[in-house]
Each structure stands twice: as structure tokens, then as C-alpha cells.
């Protein structure tokens, strides 16, 4: 199975416009989730989402929004970019579950907003 | 506030033990995991760690002291490829995932 993926896997943006990044999983997890990831720094959580209809704020939510419309997709997207927002994003899921809840990744977005 | 510390970088050679070491401070526990990354790629999951003792998987293990508030993970017989990033996360009372800054191991032939 491809697990998840993510598109496209690296962008060069403007400041100002809006871009969309893709994830999608084919796992039929229930949970899905939005990190960035930048140097020195630990994964830091943007946005979630712990079923299909139901999104929540993580640590960095600011200037991101998402959407959860069904199971399988979780775009991210940024409405005006800006060069603070240059990083590597990566989208997970995972079954959420009394005693595991492993997340699995996809393969990434690096993202430079100039 | 929520802590999770590692050391930012190790040095180890081809075939030797290696240790890399996790504490945490958070809000409740509800398990701790060690992830691999190796540089451009995305995080991989090796264990998982919920209750105090040693979780063995093949070359690698991983220890918990929730009392303590520690973790480790160990690395037998290195090899080449093991030179990645190692994650240490913690899941929190809230059930979020708090994530460390990544060790980065180096093996030297």
C-alpha cells in the first residue's frame, strides 16, 4: 500500500499568495495531523483532525487552516504566505486507540516562501 | 510548560553500542516513542515504551523510567545506516504528542 502521501514534495512561493498542500492516506486511519519541522526545533504540531468532519488547533496554528471532509484527505493550506512559514511540513495518521496510536508519516513538503 | 530534552548530536563507531538518552516533563504520560529519521526522509516509528522495563526489538532497545521521567534507547552492533535522527516523543494526559528536537547520531567507520 502506498501509506500516505503528500503533494507536491517541494515549492518555492512568493510571500503573499496562498498555496495548498495535499495529504491523503489510504490506511483508513482516523486521525490525521500536520507537523512542521524546522532545524534545531522538534516537530511541531500545526493542525489535527481525529475523524472525518472534526479539525483541531495544535501548537502553531496561525496563518494555517485545514479541512477533513472525508477519511482519506487532510489538505493544509496557507491563505497569504510568508517567509517565517519556509519549513518542511509533514502530514501523519494514525488509529487512535487506548494503548497505541502510532503515527505514521508521510514522505514530506519542503516548502520555501521567499 | 512541557519539556522533552536530548542531546543534539553523538559520535559512535561501526559495530559499538550506542545510548541516547530522553527526559521528559509533561502534563500527565500516556507513552513514549522513539521514531528514526534519517536526514530528507520522513520520521519512521521504532518503539514504544508505556510501561516501566526494557522493550527489545532486534538491534535496538528502549527503556522507561516513568517515575524518573527517562527513557533510552540503545543501539547494539551499529551499522553505517543507523547514522540518522532519533526522535524521543512523549504522548501527554491529553493524549497530544510532544516531540523532541532529535538526536543526531553519527557513525564513524
Redesign the interface.
Known amino acids: 500500500t502506498a501509506g500516505i502521501t503528500q503533494a507536491p514534495t517541494s515549492q518555492i512561493l512568493a510571500a503573499g499568495r496562498s498555496m495548498t498542500l495535499r495529504c491523503t492516506q489510504d490506511m483508513r486511519h482516523n486521525a490525521m495531523y500536520w507537523y512542521r519541522q524546522d532545524l534545531g526545533l522538534g516537530l511541531r504540531l500545526i493542525h489535527y483532525s481525529n475523524t472525518a468532519g472534526t479539525t483541531g488547533k495544535g501548537e502553531v496554528p496561525d496563518g494555517y487552516s485545514v479541512s477533513r471532509a472525508n477519511t482519506d484527505d487532510f489538505p493544509l493550506t496557507l491563505a497569504s504566505a510568508v517567509p517565517s512559514q519556509t519549513s518542511v511540513y509533514f502530514c501523519a495518521s494514525s488509529e487512535i486507540a487506548a494503548n497505541t496510536d502510532t503515527q505514521y508519516f508521510g514522505p514530506g513538503t519542503r516548502l520555501t516562501v521567499l | 510548560g512541557q519539556n ?1 530534552d536530548q542531546p543534539t548530536e553523538m559520535t559512535a563507531t561501526e559495530g559499538a553500542i550506542v545510548q541516547i538518552n530522553c527526559t521528559y516533563q509533561t502534563s500527565g504520560f500516556n ?1 513514549l ?1 522513539w521514531y528514526q529519521q534519517h536526514a530528507g ?5 521504532l518503539s ?1 515504551n ?1 510501561l516501566d522495563g526494557l522493550e527489545e526489538k532486534g538491534r535496538f532497545s528502549s527503556f522507561l523510567s516513568r517515575s524518573k521521567g527517562y527513557s533510552y534507547l540503545l543501539l547494539k552492533e551499529l551499522q553505517m545506516k543507523d547514522s540518522a535522527s532519533y ?1 524521543c ?1 512523549v ?1 501527554d494526559g491529553n ?8 538526536t543526531k547520531l553519527i557513525i564513524k567507520p
Not at chain 2, 41 to 45: I, L
Not at chain 2, 95 to 102: F, N, S, T
Request: glycine share 14%.
Open positions: 522533552i507513552g516513542f526522509e520522513a520520521p519512521t516509528f514504544y508505556v526522535l516523543a504522548r493524549y497530544q504528542l510532544i516531540w523532541g528536537a532529535g
